[in-house]
């Protein structure tokens, strides 16, 4: 079965760090590009970005840009979101998803919860 | 990179067709093929129904259909459900090499 598991969410101060993972499992985790997306409970979907399945290439909304870092280990086939310099507005639901090749996501993890507060 | 416009909400009958539009510029959905639209209901993760404008995945139901003109794209679902209520997103890759969703239209079933 494809599946994607996100990991890693919790409660941390403003300017603090925290480290998001996402488990792929069911396909061939290297041969995709992966994303990241946010939302806020009872608002709309916000795309973060976007990683090579190689690694080697990334991109970045400009909200983030700066503070979060995209990565991931194929060998273990995880992805990852480094976030630092965290702020209130930061507080989300953080999902993990499979790109298609066609810049749409076809498969998506169930999401893990970052509450950003002091 | 400012989010696609989208109506907040749109509603039909069991039966009917509706149409949701979700509106970009120049950068993203009216010179690329790259637009996609997610179902997502209720605490559940999103769904991919539309890819490529118009092409659905397997398994999607043929009564989503997507299309686009200009700078608007459009979702239709046809021959509504109950179990169509949900809120709906699209999204676009942009000239940045960036994605883009819109603000989300919530769909109701009356």
């Known amino acids: 079965e494809v599946q994607l598991v996100e990991s890693g969410g919790g409660l941390v101060l403003p300017g603090g760090s925290l480290r998001l993972s996402c488990a792929a499992s069911?396909?061939?985790?290297?041969?995709?590009?992966m994303h990241w997306v946010r939302q806020v409970p009872g608002k709309g979907l916000v795309w973060l970005a976007r990683?090579?399945?190689?690694?080697?290439?990334?991109r970045y909304a400009d909200s983030v840009r700066g503070r979060f870092s995209i990565s991931r280990d194929n060998a273990k086939k995880t992805l990852y979101l480094q976030m630092n310099s965290l702020r209130v507005d930061d507080t989300a639901m953080y999902y993990c998803?499979?790109?298609?090749?066609?810049?749409?996501?076809?498969?998506w993890g169930r999401g893990t919860t970052v509450a950003v507060s002091s | 990179q400012s989010a696609l416009t989208q109506p907040a909400s749109v509603s039909g009958s069991p039966g009917q067709s509706i149409t949701i539009t979700c509106t970009g510029t120049?950068?993203?959905?009216?010179?690329?093929?790259?637009v996609s639209w997610y179902q997502q209901h209720p605490e559940k993760a999103p769904k991919l129904i539309i890819f490529?404008?118009?092409k659905r995945p397997s398994g999607v139901s043929n009564r989503f259909s997507g299309s686009k003109s200009g700078t608007t794209a459009s979702l239709t679902i046809s021959g509504l459900q109950a179990e169509d209520e949900a809120d709906y997103y699209c999204?676009?890759?942009?000239?940045?090499?960036?994605?883009?969703f819109g603000g989300g239209t919530k769909l109701t079933v009356l």
């Open positions: 998803a499979r790109d298609t090749w066609d810049f749409a996501m076809d498969v």
């Open positions: 069911g396909f061939t985790f290297s041969s995709y590009w």
């Open positions: 990683i090579s399945g190689d690694g080697s290439s990334s």
């Open positions: 120049s950068s993203d959905v009216r010179d690329l093929k790259y």
């Open positions: 490529d404008v118009a």
């Open positions: 999204s676009s890759y942009t000239s940045s090499s960036t994605l883009v």
